[in-house]
């Protein structure tokens, strides 16, 4: 079994829903607990074996590659000052040199453009799709989940939550025939962001996908879809006639973090998981909640 190697994040996204939090700083850079969101999302694609992430970039997203680089001057600053901790955790927390690329989308085409963006990085090689709006919180990290089923099945893989059928029209839905396995089924069908009264299922995309390299010649030609854009889901829909799919149900809550609601929820739920936080985040809130009108 080819082992996945590379994983694709598209961060060209505008974030018109974060304004104004997103005018000057990249909304994959707001802050989850203690560190943006981006980061948590890189930290699951290592966890679960990646080598090297593409991240697709656009306009004003500089802020996301200095995150990841060395800060010279802070550095010099933190050691001056004895705040070797904290210090070594920022360096401790730094990819290694190269395992991060970035490419440019230039227009914004929609999600399968961007996927598109990263083909010649990835090459002729299955790879990971991370969509950096959605969080989990899981132990192993849902790419990590898809890993293990990508083991045993090999081709596509993609992860999938139940939701209220009223909420599948914001989401990719997924066909379902055969159970392979607990919480994994053949995918016979899909659909970017159906009618409730078309959705196929209530088991919508959750945004970590395996993806297998014949991809980005479905993608190269691919027509604009749901809301004028080329979305990755036609593209798979399209692959789905020449290879198979899976649906994992992963194990762990996803936070939708495209809305502002989705996102301060992950801030709670994180901030829960985080022992010094917890307990007296606990007592604030309880607090908060009795005060509220
Ligand atoms: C994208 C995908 C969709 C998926 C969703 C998860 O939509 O196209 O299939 O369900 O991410 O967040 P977007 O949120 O970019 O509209």
Same mark, same amino acid.
């Given at each position: 079994m080819t082992r996945i190697r590379k994983a694709v994040l598209p961060v060209a996204g505008l974030g018109t829903r974060f304004l104004p939090a997103s005018k000057a700083v990249p909304k994959e850079m707001i802050t989850v607990v203690d560190r943006p969101a981006i980061q948590w999302v890189i930290e699951e694609a290592f966890a679960a074996g990646i080598e090297h992430a593409v991240l697709v970039t656009g306009r004003n997203k500089s802020a996301i590659e200095d995150h990841f680089d060395h800060a010279?001057?802070?550095? %010099?600053?933190?050691?001056?000052?004895?705040?070797?901790?904290?210090l070594n955790r920022l360096? $401790?927390?730094l990819p290694a040199a190269g395992r991060l690329s970035y490419t440019r989308q230039q227009r914004p085409l929609g999600l399968?453009?961007?996927?598109?963006? $990263?083909?010649d990085i990835i090459g002729e090689e299955p790879f990971a799709l991370l969509l950096p709006d959605m969080l989990s919180l899981a132990e192993?990290?849902?790419?990590?989940q898809l890993m293990e089923v990508h083991e045993k099945t090999g081709g596509n893989i993609i992860a999938v939550e139940e939701v209220p059928r009223e909420d599948t029209h914001k989401y990719g839905v997924v066909a379902i025939g055969e159970a392979m396995a607990e919480g994994v089924w053949r995918i016979t069908g899909m659909v970017e962001k159906p009618a409730p009264e078309d959705a196929p299922s209530n088991l919508i995309i959750s945004g970590r996908?395996?993806?297998?390299?014949?991809? &980005? /010649?479905?993608l190269a030609d691919q027509a604009?879809?749901?809301g004028g854009e080329i979305q990755i889901t036609d593209a798979m829909k399209r692959l789905l006639a020449e290879q198979p799919f899976f649906a994992v149900r992963? /194990?762990?809550e996803t936070h939708d973090c495209g809305s502002p609601?989705? &996102?301060?929820?992950?801030?709670? %739920? &994180? %901030?829960?998981?985080?022992? %010094?936080?917890?307990d007296d985040l606990r007592a604030e809130m309880a607090r908060l909640l009795k005060a509220a009108p």
């Open positions: 010279p001057e802070l550095e %010099a600053t933190l050691r001056e000052r004895g705040k070797e901790e904290l360096l $401790a927390d399968g453009h961007a996927v598109a963006c $990263a083909r192993p990290g849902h790419m990590s996908y395996i993806l297998q390299p014949e991809i &980005f /010649r479905l604009p879809g749901a992963t /194990r762990g609601l989705g &996102f301060l929820k992950a801030n709670l %739920a &994180f %901030a829960l998981n985080d022992p %010094a936080l917890a």
